[in-house]
């Protein structure tokens, strides 16, 4: 399975509305419940974000939604340490005071 059918896969199961950002053109759109802004996931990277989106959806703080992404990486037998790196990275760069959260 790839990353983008992983990716419908972990939507339909949530029920959860997925909206390309490069089809947007920067436009949001407002009032729809539980829709994913996000790239279509292409790597490990990627699709770590994307979870991590999902994560929020479903009512996850940032370091739980960061948990949850790596949850899925393992769940969908993803390399869950290259999206364990992905994550950290993401972490010291962006919030790096939530990194000794993360497991």
């Known amino acids: ?3 983008w059918s992983q990716a419908l896969s972990l939507l339909r199961r949530h029920k959860i509305k997925w909206v390309d950002t490069a089809a947007l053109n920067g436009l ?5 419940f539980r829709q994913i802004y996000a790239a279509r996931p292409t790597d490990a990277r990627t699709f ?3 979870c ?5 959806i479903l009512g996850s703080g940032e370091v739980e939604a960061w948990n949850f992404a790596l949850s ?9 340490e290259e999206v364990k790196s992905a994550i950290r990275m993401y ?13």
């Open 28 to 32: 949001a759109q407002d009032g729809v």
């Open 1 to 3: 399975m790839d990353d």
């Open 48 to 50: 770590a974000i994307f």
């Open 52 to 56: 991590h989106e999902v994560g929020h």
């Open 72 to 80: 899925q990486a393992r769940e969908f037998r993803l390399p869950a």
């Open 91 to 103: 972490l010291v760069q962006y919030a790096p005071s939530l990194l000794m959260h993360f497991y």
